[in-house]
Structure formats: structure tokens, C-alpha cells
């Protein structure tokens, strides 16, 4: 079955075409191996949320897998601006997700990475779908499983099949997330940061190999500082997971979104057992703030 592509414009290359029209060799090394990164950024009221920081992310996972930067800070930032104000023109979209992909470039395929080629840049723009009302009052479901996916979790890499059988398992269920275990403990979501709240307090899994650094890792800090809420990064067992006040999800579309039922029990205790809980409650807050403070 064909399923109709967006008519909207997106950036190859060097060149600004309508999505649907735009074309890659087949021997590109991001086609055939998956070699290459990619970067979402969230944009509100068509301005770019914490653009800096999601550009050094983008940046850092080039370096890892050896691709040079091939666009200044300007340079990227002009392009991003280019299609957000095209569909917000176009199409009345002022909320909006930018994703950018820079692959090795077209070479004949063999594994070892050829010098000197050119980066393949790709970028399109798509409305930002938004958390509902429901699942903001009632909060969502999450299911979990072994972390299965390769060892270099650090990277916001291209290659996402792992990703993509995680996630498949909670669709499967009608869960919104698969919470991710390795050795019993916490690493992520299959496309989300996860954090508990104990006593108080939020605690999300340390920064490793096995972890994507997410945005809103210090972004929530600095929320927590704000709020006067205790916060801290370590090994999060799967005994504290499935015994935490609260479970929260993070990431650029979803921004911080409670947990309510986990592996099909309520999560929290006591009257709020099932329920979205107050850290939550005073991070969303603090987060839509930081929204209207911390977009270019």
C-alpha cells in the first residue's frame, strides 16, 4: 500500500524541494548501513526550542561516528528557520518538530568508513503532535522489557531498528512506551528518557554508553533547581522502578508526560496510586515556562 507523502518543503543538499520530490542515491552509506545521525528539535510558536543544545548533541554524535560538521551554527540555524517559516505560512503550523539527518555520503558499499566523501544533509519540518488533554489529566501506559538494542545508546544514530522492535512491542499492547531494563536496571525508552520520583525526589538513569543523553536531562535540572525539587542521576534498579511514587517520560515531542499505569498495574501509592503526581504536576508547569523563555 502507497502511502501519500506531506507536500511539504524540506532541505537536501543544498537545495530546498517539496518532500515528496526529493531523492537520495541508493548507495548512500545512510540508505544502506545506517551510517549516519540525526537531531529533533521542537519548535513553539515558530521559534526553535533550545536550539544551542540539541545543535552540540547533533555535534557530538558526528564526532563519535567521524563525520565532520558540515554547516555552522548560523548556517544550520538559517535553514531551520527557512522551513519552519514555509509550513507555518503555508499550512497555519506556528508548533512544530525539526528533524535533521547527516549521513556519510554516497559511496560503493563496503564497511570500513572512506574518507573525504560529502555529508549527506537532510531536513523537513512536521506539525508537533501534541500530548493530549486526556493523557495529560489521566496520564499513560508503558509496558517493559529487556534492552536488546546495541551498546552504543549515546549515539542518536540513524540505525533505530532496535528502537523501532522496542517501541512496536508496547504498540502491540496499546501502551504509549516500552520502559527499557539491562541487567535489572533502567536505561530508557525506546524513544524517551524515563525517570522515578522517590520520596520527592527525581532520579533518572546515570549518562552511559546505553543512554541517550537526552535535552531535557539538563533541562530538568535546571526545572528542579527552580522548583526546589531534589534531583539526581543513578542506577535506577527494576525494583525502584516498579515501586516509584512517580514514573515520568521525557523527550522533544512528548516533553515531560506522566506514567500511570506500568506492565498493567497503577503506579504510586495511596490516594494518587494510578493518578499523575505532583512533581509531575509542578515540571509541566515549570516546562511550559521554559518554552516561552528558551526559544530562538
Known amino acids: ?13 543544498g537545495h530546498y524541494t517539496p518532500l515528496a520530490e526529493a531523492k537520495i542515491p541508493v548507495l548512500d552509506r545512510g ?26 548533541r547533533l555535534e557530538r554524535s558526528l564526532a563519535k561516528i567521524r563525520i565532520p560538521n558540515p554547516h555552522t551554527r548560523d548556517e544550520w540555524l538559517e535553514r531551520c528557520r527557512c522551513l519552519v517559516q514555509t509550513l507555518a505560512e503555508t499550512r497555519g503550523v506556528d508548533d512544530q518538530v525539526v528533524y535533521i539527518q547527516v549521513t556519510r555520503g554516497v559511496a560503493p558499499r563496503d564497511h570500513v568508513m572512506p574518507d573525504g566523501l560529502e555529508p549527506t544533509v537532510f531536513m523537513m519540518v512536521n506539525p508537533l503532535k501534541h500530548a493530549t488533554a486526556e493523557q495529560r489529566h489521566h496520564g499513560v501506559a508503558c509496558i517493559t522489557a529487556r534492552d536488546f538494542r546495541w551498546e552504543r545508546g549515546d549515539i542518536k544514530s540513524t540505525s533505530l531498528l532496535g528502537n523501532v522492535l522496542a517501541r ?19 536505561t530508557e525508552a525506546s524513544s524517551s528518557n524515563v525517570w522515578i520520583v522517590q520520596e520527592g525526589a527525581l532520579i533518572g538513569a546515570p549518562k552511559s554508553e546505553h543512554v541517550l543523553e537526552g535535552i531535557r ?6 526545572l528542579c533547581e527552580d522548583c526546589d525539587i531534589p534531583y539526581s542521576l543513578r542506577p535506577v534498579s527494576e525494583a525502584e522502578l516498579l515501586s516509584a511514587d512517580e514514573v515520568l517520560l521525557s523527550s522533544a515531542t512528548k516533553e515531560v508526560l506522566p506514567v500511570t499505569r506500568l506492565d498493567g498495574v497503577p503506579v504510586g501509592h495511596g490516594a494518587l496510586r494510578g493518578k499523575p503526581g505532583p512533581v509531575y504536576a509542578r515540571l509541566y508547569e515549570a516546562y511550559q515556562q521554559a518554552k516561552r523563555l528558551q526559544s530562538i
Open 168 to 186: 512496536q512491542i508496547s504498540a502491540d499492547h496499546g501502551a504509549v512506551e516500552t520502559v527499557l531494563l539491562r541487567d535489572g536496571f533502567l
Open 1 to 13: 500500500m502507497a502511502i501519500a507523502l506531506p507536500d511539504t518543503l524540506c532541505y537536501l543538499n
Open 217 to 222: 536531562f539538563e533541562l530538568l535540572r535546571e
Open 31 to 56: 540508505f544502506i548501513f545506517g551510517d549516519g545521525i540525526y537531531e529533533v528539535v521542537p519548535v513553539y510558536g515558530r521559534r526553535l526550542f533550545r536550539f544551542d543544545e540539541h545543535l552540540a
